[in-house]
């Protein structure tokens, strides 16, 4: 039963070829058929594997497909590696992949371009089960740039639209920074190890680096920039946002539950590495760590309600870095399959609001809206309790495993659990704000809004809604995974302590409620405060970091493209022909026709060349 | 035979050369641009006469007569060409014809 897995990228890549030779000349129907059902399948054959891996009893297997390539001692595989950390990502992608293809079919229903839609999204599956799946890093890589350009194709999916375009090169050419720091620490792990198995080098590292020694830092270090890249983390977090240009469907899958935590499977993969440098591995919490407060500040000030989900994305998987930081591997991978599906779950809730509104998305101009939009309003109620990590939802245990094993960090460790408690009651605020906004006050818009109807859309919504609800109770299998780290242990906290973890996001949902919700206390009155409209505005446009960029980065490049705009190359050859041209008019003007200037020209000619012949 | 110095006879066809040369150069008809031509091929023709009597060579006398036929060939041909360039247009002043002017 284990050795089917080569079936699991199979079926979206048969989906692809498909969809994509028939070039959109399927009708909707059997498109979609297609579409969602490659991944259904893929489901199966993974529901299917996790149970007989599960029953076998092994650490990992692996699956040999073909040699790819073989040349002096470089021998990637195409192989397919399963332990238990694929295990959790092939569920993830598949199961959350298969709800999302199927809620899109209804989703994108009226979109002409719906075949091409789940010809992208087919193949970005592909490529993500290829990511999770490959057991050797350069295979891993083919499957991170595949991801990369699928991003890039479905968020400029409408591309009439030029914001669309520029949202997707942003996301492209953001991403490829941290992708090319990640090559050179291929390169570097292959030119130190000898190998590029995830395994053999991890072993390989553990044997022949100490602790705390220069090389494992630097590869580690290369390896966190294509993964800040990826997971949209600071210093490369611009780019998320302005990928919600994408449809809906697109947010939930890629930008929300499974590309962007590519970031976190590849730390978690190469953990080993991150254990030898000590140092490197307390940078990833505290990069975690400011981004989720920095984003948690921009989400309270947004008004588009993807945006304010973007954010929170950026926000949660700040928890996961957070986690990965402090050694939680287990917590931050349980941390990812949790909010991938309550991220997916108020994705779609948004995507079903959007669209029975007339693709609205600023939240003000919506309001009152819990007895139109009675599902719409139950995703929104229960993914956002598990955003803020409600007791006994699926993101307060996930969350309670990071911010506890944050606090056991030597020295360092309770200024993380702090930071992380905070980020969880501005999570509480933002998410409440968005909810209190929508579904309650006064209706502010689109007065007559009817929820879109459907199966298709109605079932992955529950279904979600039933995971986000009891997700925190599906045993991840990753002990075997993570074992030679830190023993897993009891984790022993003061009652007081995981007080204030459960009371502060629940007093930022009563913030929310206080201003939002009742009225009592007015947003306008705190913004006529002196300084915080300026504070709103800076926290509004991401800490300015867009700005910064383009000060420091894009308008030096179009300011020297507009200076070489004239190629300085080029001006040497444009030279030449401009002597040569004057030259030219120069002689031109002998020409004049009249045979009297020819007539003395040749007797000047023959006299000057006698008087030389005479002379010489 | 009082000779002549041969310093005389290559002075004189100088002379005639440089005429017809000026003739060329100023005339603005094409008739009197032809005929100083003529000049000139004539003044060649008495440089040649002069140097083969200098050195008592026939070969003076041979491009003699080969400028000569040079020559009516030339008028023959260029009177031609003068008919033909007064029929197409009108006049037989050739700073008209500038028009291989670039």
């Known amino acids: 039963m284990l050795d089917l897995i080569w079936l699991l990228p199979t079926f979206p890549l048969l989906g692809f070829l498909i969809l994509a030779l028939a070039e959109g000349k ?9 579409g969602a059902g490659s991944i259904g399948l893929s489901f199966v054959v993974a529901a299917l594997v996790a149970v007989s891996f599960l029953q076998s009893g092994l650490e990992s297997h692996t699956v040999p497909i073909w040699m790819w390539m073989s040349v002096a001692g470089f ?96 996301a492209f050419v953001v991403t490829r920074v941290g992708d090319t720091a990640m090559a050179i620490g291929l390169f570097l792990l292959f030119a130190q190890l000898g190998t590029l198995n995830i395994q053999d080098m991890l072993h390989a590292a553990e044997a022949e680096w100490a602790v705390g020694s220069a090389l494992p830092a630097i590869t580690a270090l290369l390896l966190l920039g294509g993964a ?15 990928a919600m240009a994408g449809p809906t469907p697109i947010s939930a899958l890629i930008h929300a539950a499974t590309m962007v935590t590519a970031g976190v499977y590849l730390i978690a993969r190469t953990h080993t590495l991150f254990e030898l440098a000590p140092n490197v591995q307390l940078l990833v919490a505290w990069v975690g760590l ?40 287990s917590g931050a991978i349980f941390h990812l399959m949790t909010h991938a599906f309550f991220k997916a779950l108020l994705f779609l809730g948004a995507g079903a609001v959007i669209l029975s509104l007339h693709h609205e998305q600023d939240i003000f101009r919506m309001g009152a809206k819990r007895k139109q939009l009675p599902v719409g309003f139950l995703c929104f109620l229960i993914g956002g309790l598990a955003l803020t990590a409600f007791p006994y939802t699926s993101g307060y245990f996930s969350k309670d495993e990071i ?41 502010r818009g689109h007065h007559d809004a009817k929820e879109v109807k459907g199966l298709n859309i109605a079932l992955p919504l529950f279904i979600l809604m039933a995971l986000s609800l009891f997700g925190g109770w599906i045993p991840v299998p990753l002990d075997a995974v993570f074992s030679h780290g830190a023993e897993h242990e009891e984790h022993h906290i ?24 009742s009225g009592i206390l007015s947003a306008e009155k705190l913004m006529s405060l002196p300084g915080s409209r300026a504070l709103h505005r800076f926290w509004n446009s991401g800490w300015g ?42 002689i031109v003007r002998t020409q004049t026709g009249y045979l009297r200037w020819y007539v003395l020209s040749m007797a000047a000619g023959l006299v000057a060349l006698i008087s030389v012949g005479v002379l010489l | 035979m009082g000779a002549i110095p041969v310093e005389h006879g290559l002075i004189l066809a100088g002379i005639l050369f440089s005429l017809g040369l000026i003739g060329v150069l100023t005339r603005r008809n094409i ?50 060409l003068i008919i033909q360039m007064y029929r197409r247009f009108q006049t037989v002043d050739i700073n008209v014809l500038s028009e291989l002017k670039g």
């Not at chain 1, 980065?553 to 493209?561: K, R």
């Open chain 1, 494 to 517: 003061s009652a007081f302590m995981h007080g204030v973890m459960i009371a502060l996001p629940l007093f930022g949902i009563a913030i929310s409620y206080l201003f939002y919700g």
């Open chain 1, 26 to 34: 399927l009708a909707k129907g059997p498109a979609g058929w297609i």
């Open chain 2, 31 to 80: 008739v009197f641009v032809l005929m100083s031509l003529e000049v000139m091929l004539n003044a060649c023709g008495l440089a040649f006469i002069v140097a083969g009597s200098r050195w008592e060579q026939a070969d003076g006398q041979i491009m003699f007569v080969l400028i000569l036929t040079l020559a009516a060939a030339e008028v023959a041909v260029g009177l031609g």
């Open chain 1, 290 to 329: 400011i981004t989720l407060l920095m984003a948690g500040f921009t989400a309270m000030t947004q008004n588009d309600i993807k945006r304010i989900l973007a954010y929170s994305t950026v926000s949660q998987i700040g928890y996961m870095f957070l986690g990965l930081g402090v050694g939680a591997w």
């Open chain 1, 403 to 443: 911010l506890i094993a944050a606090l056991e960090v030597e020295g360092q460790g309770l200024w993380l659990w702090l930071g992380g408690v905070i980020g969880a009651f501005f999570t509480g605020i933002y998410t409440f704000r968005l909810f209190f906004v929508v579904f309650f006050g006064e209706s």
């Open chain 1, 75 to 170: 021998d990637p595989g195409i192989n397919l590696y399963l332990d238990g950390l694929s295990l959790v990502m092939i569920l993830v992608i598949t199961g959350v992949g298969f709800l999302i293809h199927v809620y899109s079919t209804g989703y994108m229903a009226d979109d002409p371009d719906f075949s091409r839609f789940f010809c992208y999204m087919n193949l970005f599956v592909f490529a993500m089960l290829l990511l999770v799946l490959g057991d050797n890093l350069l295979l891993l890589y083919l499957g991170w740039e595949g991801v990369g350009l699928c991003s890039y194709l479905l968020i400029g999916f409408w591309y009439d639209d030029p914001y669309n375009g520029y949202a997707a090169r942003k």
């Open chain 1, 545 to 586: 970091m867009d700005r910064l960029y383009d000060f420091l980065f894009v308008n030096p490049f179009l300011y020297l493209a507009r200076v070489n705009a004239k190629d300085i190359i080029d001006a040497f050859y444009d030279m030449l022909a401009a002597l040569s041209r004057a030259g030219h008019l120069l």
């Open chain 1, 228 to 242: 800040v890249g990826k997971s949209a983390q600071l210093p490369l977090q611009t780019w998320l946002p302005d």
